[in-house]
C-alpha cells in the first residue's frame, strides 16, 4: 500500500477549500502518517471559475459532482455539498454504486440516509467516514466508536450547535435579546441567513441522532428526537437561571429508557459548576458516560473551516492507512431498530416562566393548577412589582412528567390573569 | 478474520482483573465491534491461588509472565505488571521476540524505552498499545495520533496524575495542609504507601513524555523532562492563588521552541476561569491545540480498574479489526531526536512567596534583589503583619527569564531577613 490514495472532492466552499489547503501544507507528515500520499485527483463545484485561494492543477474538473463520484480516477469520494438530499445524496450513491469509500461532513444526509447508506457502503466492503459530521474538529465519532468501544454507554449528552452556543453565551454576557444576538451573529459569520436548521434545533438533533446510533448500536432515528430550539429564552430567564445557580444551554442527549431510546434536543438548565456550563461561545463538547470509563468529556469548534478539514482528513488518513470500522459501530445489519421512548414519559424538574397579572387571586390560580397534575413546587420568584403591567413570575417545580406539567401549563395559560403564554425549561441533572 | 484474537494477560491486579471482567461482560458487543471474538487464552501472576473475582478457566496459568510472552498460544500479550524494566520489560522483549503485539499500561516503561521498542516491534510488523498508559480512560492516545493527524500541534498540556489533582483539590476546597491530605488519599486508595513516583512529578513526566512524541514526531526523550513536585505547595499559596484569581495545577506541557523541545511538568499558577481549572479530583484532561482544529479539550477518569480497562480494551478491539498505527504516529525510524530546550531558557511570568521578618529595610533588599536581574515586579501581597514572627510576603513577576529569577531568589534565600527558602510557581498563561 503505497500507491497514492487518490480522492475527488464534491464541494469547494470553505471547507473543501480548507481540506485541500490541509492536505497540502501537511503533505509530508500525512504521508508518513498514512503510509502513502493522499492526492486530490478530481474536484467539482457549481462555479470553474471562481478563485478559492488553493492549488487545483492536476485535480480533474468535473461540473457533475455525481458523474465525478462514479467516473473519477479516486479511491475515496469526499461529499461537502450538504443538504439531506439533492445533489449531496447523489455524489454518496454514485461513489458507492463506483466502489469507492466516502468521507462527508453532512450530518442532515446521514441523520436522514444514515442507516441505509451504512448499509449500502458495508455490504459491498465500502466505508463511511464521517467526524466532520458531528462536533467539528473534536474527533467524538472516534472517541465514541474506538476509543469507548469497551463500553457500554449509560448516557450521551452535548453542546452540538455552535451558533446556539454563541448566541446563548452572547445573552448571558451581555444581556441582550435573542434577535439582536442573532442578528450580530449573522453579521460576524457564525449564524446562517436563514437561521432556523440552527436556532431551531434541526443541526443538533441531526448530530444528536448519529451519536445515539453510535452509542447504542441504534438504526440512526433523526425522526424520533424532540427537537425544541432556543428562540423563545428570553434575557429574564438567562437572569432567574443565574439567580437559581443554573446556564442555560441547547443540549442534545441521548439515553435508553425502559420505553425505548429517549432523543431530546432542547434549552437545559444546567448546574453552573459544571463542567460543560463552562463551554462557551462556539464551542461544542460532548459528555459521555461508560460502565467502565466513567464520565468523559471532548471539546473543541464545532464549525469553521479548519476545524472540519481536520476532521475530513483524519478520515482519510484512516483510509489510507488501511483502517476501517463499521460505520456506526456495529455491522449495519445488527443496528437495532429500538422503540422511541415518547416524550410526554420524560421526568425530570421543570423551570416555568409565566407573565401574569399581579392581582389577588392570580397566584392561587395557579398553584392549583399545579397541584391538579400533583406537581410538587420548589420555589416561586417574583421581579418587581406593578399594579398596571403584568410581571415575570418565575416557578421551579421537583421532578414530575412532561404529561403533567403540560396539562399544568395549559390550564394556566388558559387563565384570566395569564398574559403570556407559559414558557417552561426543562432543569437537566448532568 | 473470524478466528478469535488471542490475549495472554501478565499481570492480574485490579487493572487485569478489570480487563478480564470487561472481556467477560460485554463479549458480545466486543465480538461485534471487533468483527471476531477476544479470548483470554493464557494468564500469568505471581499468586495462583488468589481469588481475584473473575473466571479464568481456559486461560493457561504461567508462573513466568516472559515464559508466557514467549511460549503461549497467543497473538498479543497484554502487559499489566507495570515497571520500567525486569519483569515488564522481559515481557515485552519476549512477546516481540515471539512475533506478538502488545497492549500495555505501563508509561514508565514506555517513557524510558518507548523508542526502542517501537522500532523493535515496527521492524517485525507488530503494534505496542498504550492508550492506557497515558490518562486513563480518556482515549487520548488515539485522539493525538488518529483524529488530530492532519494538524500540526503547537502546544500540549494537561493534568496527568489523578494523586496530584485529588491531593490540590482537597487542599484548595479544605484548607489542610500536603501532608494531612495525603496522608487521607493513601487511606482511601487514590495514593500509593510509596507516594514519591505521583507527588514527585515522575508519574505525570512518564505521560507527558509519550504525548510529545506523539504530538511533535519525537523519539520518546523522559531525560529532557524538567521535574518538579507539589510536596512544596502550602495552603498559604492555594489561599494567594485565590486571592490573585489563579488555581495550582500539577501541569505537564510541551511545545517546540527556538532551542528544540520543551517538557515541563511542576506546579502552575493558571487562570481559575479556564476550562481545566475546573478539572477536579482525580480527574485528568489534555488540551491540545491543532492548526486546523484549533484547541481541543479531552477529560476523564485517569486512572483505576474501570478506566485502565477501558482504554486496554479499545486498543485490544483496533488490533482484533486489524487497525494499526505506528506505535508513536510516525513509524518508528522516523522519530526526530529533538534537541532538548533547556529549562534556564524558560520565559515567563512568576509567583514567590518569601517568608522573611517584618523589619526596615527587608522588602527594600527584596526589590533590589529584582532589580539586579532585570524582574519587575507586578505585585506584592503581604498577609498580616508582626513583630515578632516572619511573615509570608507573596510576589508576583511580569515575564522573564527562568535563569534571572533563580538568580534573584538564590539572592534573596541569602539576605539576613530571609527565614525560609523562598518558594516559586510558574504562572502558566493557557
Excluded at 120 to 139: F, K, M, Q, T
Excluded at 382 to 393: C, F, K, L, M
Excluded at 394 to 412: C, D, G, M, Q, Y
Aim: charged share 20%; hydrophobic share 45%.
Amino acid at each position: 500500500m503505497t500507491d497514492p490514495l487518490r480522492i475527488a472532492v464534491a464541494g469547494l466552499g470553505t471547507v473543501g477549500a480548507g481540506t485541500i489547503e490541509l492536505l497540502h501544507k501537511h503533505a509530508d507528515s500525512l504521508t508518513l502518517k498514512a503510509g502513502r500520499p493522499i492526492v486530490v485527483t478530481a474536484v467539482s463545484a457549481r462555479d470553474k471559475s471562481k478563485d478559492r485561494g488553493v492549488d487545483l492543477s492536476g485535480a480533474r474538473w468535473f461540473d457533475d459532482a455525481a458523474v465525478m463520484a462514479g467516473e473519477a480516477e479516486a479511491d475515496v469520494v469526499v461529499e461537502l455539498i450538504g443538504g439531506e438530499d439533492g445533489p449531496a445524496k447523489a455524489v454518496c450513491d454514485a461513489a458507492i454504486g463506483a466502489g469507492r469509500d466516502i468521507v462527508t461532513a453532512n450530518k442532515a444526509l446521514l441523520a436522514i440516509h444514515g442507516t441505509e447508506l451504512a448499509r449500502s457502503a458495508e455490504s459491498r466492503e465500502l466505508n463511511i467516514g464521517y467526524e466532520a459530521a458531528v462536533a467539528g474538529g473534536i474527533p467524538i465519532v472516534k472517541a465514541i466508536r474506538e476509543g469507548l468501544a469497551g463500553n457500554s454507554i449509560s448516557k450521551i449528552y452535548g453542546i452540538l450547535n455552535g451558533t446556539c452556543n454563541y448566541i446563548l453565551t452572547e445573552m448571558r454576557q451581555t444581556g441582550r435579546a435573542f434577535d439582536d444576538v442573532l442578528a450580530e451573529a449573522q453579521k460576524l459569520g457564525y449564524a446562517e441567513a436563514e437561521p432556523s436548521v440552527d436556532v431551531d434545533g434541526f443541526d443538533a438533533a441531526h448530530k444528536l441522532a448519529l451519536l445515539a446510533s453510535l452509542a447504542y448500536g441504534a438504526e440512526v432515528d433523526f425522526g424520533g428526537v424532540y427537537i425544541e430550539g432556543i428562540r423563545a429564552i428570553s434575557p429574564v430567564d438567562i437572569e432567574f437561571a443565574e439567580t437559581l445557580g443554573y446556564r442555560i444551554k441547547l443540549l442534545g442527549s441521548a439515553r435508553l429508557t425502559g420505553q425505548g431510546l429517549e432523543q431530546r434536543v432542547h434549552p437545559c438548565m444546567i448546574d453552573k459548576d459544571s463542567a460543560i456550563a463552562h463551554v462557551e461561545g462556539v464551542f461544542n463538547a460532548v459528555v459521555a458516560s461508560g460502565d467502565f470509563v466513567g464520565d468523559t468529556m471532548f471539546e473543541g469548534r464545532g464549525a469553521g473551516a479548519g476545524p472540519t478539514a481536520s476532521a475530513v482528513v483524519a478520515d482519510l488518513v484512516d483510509l489510507a492507512a488501511g483502517r476501517r470500522t463499521p460505520v456506526f459501530g456495529l455491522p449495519a445489519p445488527q443496528l437495532q431498530p429500538l422503540a422511541r421512548a415518547p416524550m410526554e414519559a420524560h421526568v425530570g424538574a421543570y423551570y416555568i416562566r409565566l407573565t401574569v397579572a399581579d392581582r389577588p387571586g392570580v397566584i392561587a390560580g395557579v398553584t392549583a393548577a399545579f397541584k391538579d397534575q400533583q406537581v410538587s413546587i420548589e420555589s416561586m420568584l417574583q421581579r418587581g412589582r406593578s399594579e398596571t403591567e403584568a410581571v415575570p413570575v418565575v416557578i421551579t417545580v421537583h421532578e414530575t412528567s412532561e404529561t403533567s406539567i403540560r396539562r399544568a401549563l395549559e390550564s394556566i395559560g388558559a387563565m384570566d390573569g395569564t398574559v403570556e403564554p407559559p414558557h417552561m425549561i426543562r432543569i437537566e441533572p448532568l
